[in-house]
């Protein structure tokens, strides 16, 4: 079963824009990862927010994490054709440190 | 850079066959992963190796799936017999022990069963 839920499960935007993505979860986590996938291809860790922590920025990417309301986010800031991809979060509960990952958001950046 | 290296990229089976997927994980990660990943959803996993051992296989439906990891280096999973529903992507990921919360991922194995 997965745990997070991505909304939206697809975003259209043009380059240069901002795109944002949201995860949601169900239950307590020690930390909350995104990942990145092109067509076809396996999955690249982007980015690891802990529980203890409520905003963490790389590079053009920037996550926010509210446990109170079980949910994080994904900003791309500037986005480029190159950005297009799936995008998943990954939660881990603390049961032998495995990830549960969401349905994904399917980005399209068009140049 | 190294890499979780999967073999075969793309098999094509009919149902009632068997299928095997290899996984060589990056040298010294010595936490392996088995994830199955359906069209349009995100990867679920099947079974969990700490060196040779199983963590976890509570998801691996044991009655056709099978995976080993004798040496505590690479992997296979094997699928006896092949079903329809077992068309998926079937993804190897690796992961330091003291970073476990990080995985490396492979390119995965396409599998459609006929």
């Known amino acids: 079963s997965q745990q997070g839920e991505e909304d939206p499960q697809a975003l259209s935007i043009q380059e240069g824009e901002n795109a944002t993505m949201n995860c949601s979860y169900k239950t307590s986590i020690n930390n909350l990862q995104w990942y990145r996938q092109n067509s076809g291809r396996g999955l690249v860790h982007l980015i690891l927010?802990?529980?203890?922590?409520r905003e963490k920025h790389s590079g053009r990417l920037r996550v926010t994490l509210d446990t109170s309301k079980k949910s994080s986010s994904l900003l791309i800031t500037a986005s480029r054709a190159a950005d297009t991809a799936s995008y998943f979060c990954a939660t881990d509960a603390g049961a032998g440190n495995m990830l549960t990952f969401g349905g994904g958001t399917r980005l399209m950046v068009k140049p | 850079e190294a890499e979780v290296a999967q073999s075969p990229r793309y098999k094509i089976t009919e149902k009632s066959q068997a299928v095997a997927f290899w996984c060589d994980p990056i040298s010294g990660h010595a936490t392996l992963y088995w994830y199955r990943q359906i069209l349009g959803q995100g990867p679920e996993l099947l079974v969990q190796?700490?060196?040779?051992?199983?963590?976890?296989d509570s998801q691996l439906p044991k009655d056709r799936f099978s995976a080993e990891r004798l040496k505590g280096v690479d992997s296979t999973l094997k699928i006896q017999p092949a079903e329809l529903g077992d068309s998926a992507m079937y993804l190897c990921a690796s992961s330091f022990v003291e970073q476990r919360n990080i995985q490396y991922f492979g390119a995965g194995t396409r599998l459609s069963v006929l």
């Open positions: 190796f700490q060196d040779e051992s199983v963590v976890d």
């Open positions: 927010i802990r529980s203890n922590e």
